[in-house]
């Protein structure tokens, strides 16, 4: 029997441990996919731009927990067994970069229409003018959004509780089922480290944001 | 791997759930819409104890996840309260105050962009406080951002089947109860997500169309 709530928090930093490799991960992915579908959604061709919107509407417009079933239940039986840390990032990761993919294009498409114009007119290449031009620019425009993202990211990491993952909130409910009578220093203890965690990143985000548009807006 | 006739067997009680998702959105939905505004109405309080605890609420709310919470409101708050709620109310309880937060943020940018002339106005024209809010500020502030709210309403329901945790028997947890009656998988689950889509992606076509009429209407 425990003594004080104390001795939960061990166990329940090792289930941190797998909310944060999750949401790294899926951090990684998701940025990756933001990028490259956003930038495929401003493309000339109309048949990239329709494979970026199909990749958004329907990783948008399906809920991030039946994804997760999907990829962790279901594919196995079309022959695709994927291991669970690897279902969960892809789902949290592709989730989070339907969203970040509309972030990146409205960004891209808010930076004035000079700045296109004055790269064309120095005779760049369109991939210096993404890159040196219109991409700093839009990045900075980009974090704010970001931030808000990454914090529903990391809560959203607890879904992968439903696919038997030992994150912070499995460990928490396995806890909960030996001690019944400590649930409720168990669950606010929980709430306490998800605070931690989401409030670390948003001033993190904010410190980031400070620096980086010091004598630029 | 894909059988129709296994599919359209099991899609009326699939669509059975979809209605109890339905329902427990818009009772979600809501409580959001209601406690949503008198959180942004606390938050510009003149109190400033009323105003940090409903910050200092909103904040907590926000950065901590909807499935803990909802973990949180049918398990201890029995044990703390000993008032016990059935799943039901407890996910929508859950669900209401989860989006409360962020739609009491939607709130205030409306509030905050109704004019400074129209408080002034209503100043003048010895309005008393109610009043002020009944009939001036609420009416301009409200119109603006309802396809913000459509957007949140098509948020929570896609968050609905996190309810399945507390045994709140809606589409996925009915999928999950089929899949263990019959062991087939992939239709169950497949047929959830385009149930979902099907819903949310006209929704936010109609969302869309909304938001495009009205700053037609503001002359944007």
Redesign the interface.
Known sequence: MPESWIDFIPTLLEGAKITVTVAILATLLAVVTAFASGLMSLSRLRLIRRISSIYV??F????????L??LY??L???GIELPKLLAAVLAVGLNFGAYGSEVVRSAILAVPKGQWEAAIALNMTPWQRMSYIILPQAALRMLPPFGNLL?ELI??T??V??ITMADL?YQ??VL?NNYISW??EI??L??LM??VM??LV?FGIRVWERKWSEGRM | MWDWNYALEILPELLIALRMTVIATLLGFLSAVIVGLLLALAIRSRWVWLRLTAKGFNGFIRNTPLLVQVFFIYYSLPMMTGISLPAFYAGILGLGLHYSTYLSEVYRSGIEAVPRGQWEAATALNYTKLDTWRSVILPQAIPPIIPVLGNYLIVMFKETPILSAITLVELLLTAKNIVSESFRVFEPYTLVGLLFLAISYPSSLLVRRLEKRMNLQRGK
């Not at chain 1, 948008?60 to 994804?67: A, F, I, N």
């Open positions: 509407e329907v948008r417009g399906t809920s991030l927990l039946v994804q079933f999907w239940f279901a196995p039986f079309a914090v809560k959203s607890s879904l509780y439903f909130t928490a409910m909960r649930t409720s669950l606010l929980l709430l998800y605070l989401t409030s948003s």
